[in-house]
Every structure is written in C-alpha cells, then in structure tokens.
C-alpha cells in the first residue's frame, strides 16, 4: 500500500499539469494564443471555448498582436546565427619560389 500513494500522487500530479484550464489566462492572452498558435494545437478547442463563454472579440487586441509579431520577427532577423557546423579557415600563403618571393593565395600566384 504505502508503494501505491507515490505513485498515485505522481499520477495525478503529471495529469493536472497537461490541464486545459483557459479560466485564468487574460484576454489579451486568449486571443493571442488562438492568432499565433496552429489550429492544430492541442489547447486550440479549450481557448476557443473560453473566448466564447467569456464574449470576448478578439478583432479589437489584432492591431497590437499584429505589432508584437512585428517586432518579434524583426528581432530574430538582426540576430546573427551560425546554422553552418563547417569550419572556416583562410588558406595560407604558400612560397612557390623563395627567391622570388612568390606566393599562392586565394588559388592565385602572386610574385613580388
């Protein structure tokens, strides 16, 4: 028995945090989730139903959704990302001829 309430605890634990409670998120909130997020998420009926059950027009919140997209999108475009796991390395130049002081850069002979 005393193996059992652990578990039992945990179990019920785990189910409430995948709860689809919409009852105390804003409105702004609401009808931001249903503008930003996919139809096929899996909280999209419960937000739907809240916003429904509440009489909440979300036409009125789309202008400030639509600027803090804007800027959402225009942040993640001035950040600078490496998506290359290559190594970039300058090629050396190479002596053909000491004495002339010849070198190989960049795939072309220079001689001085």
């Keep these: 028995m005393s193996i059992k309430l652990p578990i039992i605890l945990l179990s019920l634990i785990a189910i409430s945090g995948c709860s689809t409670n919409q009852k105390n998120v804003t409105d702004y909130k609401l009808c931001y989730s249903?503008?930003?997020k996919p139809s096929y998420n899996i909280h999209t009926e419960a937000r739907t139903a809240e916003v429904r059950s509440r009489g909440i027009d979300c036409r009125a919140y789309a202008d400030r959704i639509d600027e803090e997209e804007r800027a959402i999108k225009l942040e993640k475009a001035g950040r600078t990302t490496i998506n290359n796991n290559t190594t970039i390395r300058r090629e050396r130049p190479?002596?053909?001829n000491p004495a002339m002081m010849c070198s190989y850069v960049a795939g072309t002979v220079v001689c001085l």
Excluded: S
Aim: aromatic share 0%; hydrophobic share 65%; net charge positive.
């Design 34 to 36: 249903l503008a930003t």
């Design 94 to 96: 190479k002596i053909v």
